[in-house]
């Protein structure tokens, strides 16, 4: 499947997009952007993972969004203090779909928002005091919480405020675990290097803390990187139980301070978002043995292949299971491509997402009978873009922390039917007549993951695409 644009037609449009630019900042992002070409196989290794150029509207965020936002904030039934002042905690307070059971301000905080809410009195005498005091105050207040984390915000590092004693001393206060995280904004060069940050403070505050009750099964496993936006992880479990494992962490949607500190008992982990949870699975495997897999549970394709991957680490019981499950969903996801594939068949995507789903949803797009033409990552690694090219076709657009300006470009020049991205870009497209969908928060829809989830995923594109307010935008007075 082929948009019918050359290798050569494309690479004119990126040269064209960045002739804009003042030369530096032109030859700069030139190195971000490429064309796919079967090849040459090092055609997707576009510059990545170093600093945005300024000014020039980049969509990423920082290392305190991609550890308190991403990998610590879902973790359910601790308490996640927004260290410094008030913006950071508030600005992402709730605003990440990654769903939990339990009850709020009780077992389970998720959707609270704890802040030490700095003055300048603290800046100027620094803030060691004022967080000891406010987890003595927390444990008191909310006493079934199981662990405190302390997010750092940018003037924590800069002020030079001892975080990792308060928590050493609060921790043996509390007898409860009480996490230093250094994922002030300032470090790295976006939510990337918060991920491996918070999966650091995991490894060493928190994992094989605790005793392993017993031995396990040999069926036990762990969801890693799965953040359960909309009940994600929800719909992937289903699909393991069934398979005949026995899921015994989920990290982090949905999921505990007691799971993470258990998790070496797995026999394998199963990694969704490789790039948000790689560092924790390289460690688990070095120090416990554990082996880890990669897989993708979006669309029927990948999701069949995945099982069937995950299945061959078992013996026959569970490769047997395996393809019963895979033969039993077979009909609903049969009657889902039928319905939908005709509405959009040779649809043309454009994707613009994190680390992971700009390469991991193509092939739910692809079941749908729609093509992916441009896609690209705010902060994904080289390792990434190896991955991405193994799943693109031929001239599809690859950029790396792409500008708002260079989006809305290739959308109109590339004649796309639908933009997958962020809330920041949502409502510049739908003003140009794009459909979009929201690809981090689904758009307040969901699952996409599993088998429960194509369906839903079909339904929205197909809502987006075909709705019939695109027909209104022009104004029939006007020729
Ligand atoms: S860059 Fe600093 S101030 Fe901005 S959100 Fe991140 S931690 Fe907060």
């Keep these: 499947m082929s948009s019918g644009t050359s290798i050569e037609e494309k690479r004119k449009i990126v040269d064209e ?63 996640h203090i927004s260290h410094g002042p008030v913006g950071c905690g508030q600005y992402s307070w709730w605003s990440r779909r990654n769903y939990y ?63 990792e004693a308060v928590a050493r001393e609060t921790s043996a206060q509390i007898g409860k675990p009480v996490v230093p995280v250094r994922c002030e904004g300032f470090r790295g060069v976006s939510q990337s290097l918060g991920h491996h940050i918070a999966n650091d403070s995991i490894r060493d505050w ?22 359960n936006i909309g009940g994600d992880a929800w719909s992937t479990l289903k699909i393991f139980r069934e398979m005949g494992l026995r899921v015994v962490a989920l990290w982090s949607g949905d ?103 700009p390469r991991h949803t193509i092939g739910a797009y692809e079941d749908l009978g729609m093509e992916v033409v441009a896609t690209g990552y705010e902060f994904a690694h080289e390792d990434d873009y190896e991955r991405t090219a193994r799943e693109v076709q031929e001239a599809t657009i690859i950029y790396d922390d792409p500008t708002a300006y260079e989006l809305e470009q290739f959308a109109s020049r590339l004649d796309i039917d639908l933009v997958g991205s962020g809330i920041k870009e949502k409502y510049v497209y739908h003003k140009m007549g794009l459909p979009f969908r929201q690809m981090h928060s689904w758009d307040y829809s969901g699952p996409y993951h599993g088998f429960d989830g194509f369906p839903v995923f ?21 020729s």
Excluded at 206 to 227: F, H, K, N, Q, W
Excluded at 460 to 478: G, K, R, V, Y
């Design 17 to 79: 997009v960045l002739t804009v630019y003042p030369k530096k900042t032109r030859e700069e992002r030139a190195g971000h952007i490429g064309v796919s070409d079967p090849e040459d196989a090092g055609s997707c290794a576009v510059a990545n993972n170093v600093k945005s150029r300024p000014g020039v509207m980049t969509i990423r965020g920082c290392a305190y969004a991609g550890s308190k936002g991403v990998v610590w904030g879902p973790v359910k039934d601790a308490i």
């Design 255 to 357: 999921g505990t301070i007691q799971e993470l500190a258990h998790t070496p008992r797995a026999k394998l982990n199963l990694i969704h978002c490789y790039r948000s949870m790689n560092y924790i699975c390289r460690h688990m495997e070095e120090k416990y043995g554990i082996p880890w897999v990669e897989y993708n549970f979006f669309g029927p394709t990948k999701i069949k292949e995945s099982m069937r991957k995950i299945a061959s680490y078992f013996d026959d019981k569970i490769q047997e299971q395996t393809e019963k499950v895979i033969e039993a969903y077979e009909p609903m996801m049969q009657a889902t491509i039928e319905k939908y594939r005709p509405r959009l068949e040779g649809k043309k995507v454009m994707l613009l997402v994190g680390g992971l789903r």
């Design 101 to 163: 059971n339990g009850i709020l301000g009780v077992t389970s905080f998720v959707t609270m928002q704890f802040t030490s809410d700095f003055q300048e009195r603290d800046v100027v005498f620094g803030g060691d005091k004022k967080l000891t005091k406010m987890i003595q105050d927390l444990d008191r207040l909310f006493p079934l919480n199981k662990g405190i984390t302390i997010q750092s915000e940018c003037p924590i590092g800069l002020i030079g405020d001892d975080i």
């Design 206 to 227: 928190v994992l094989g803390s605790r005793d392993i009750p017993d031995e396990g099964t040999p069926y036990d496993v762990a969801v890693i990187g799965d953040y």
């Design 458 to 478: 079909a339904r929205d594109m197909d809502m987006a695409i075909n709705n019939p307010s695109w027909d209104l935008i022009q104004t029939p007075f006007e």
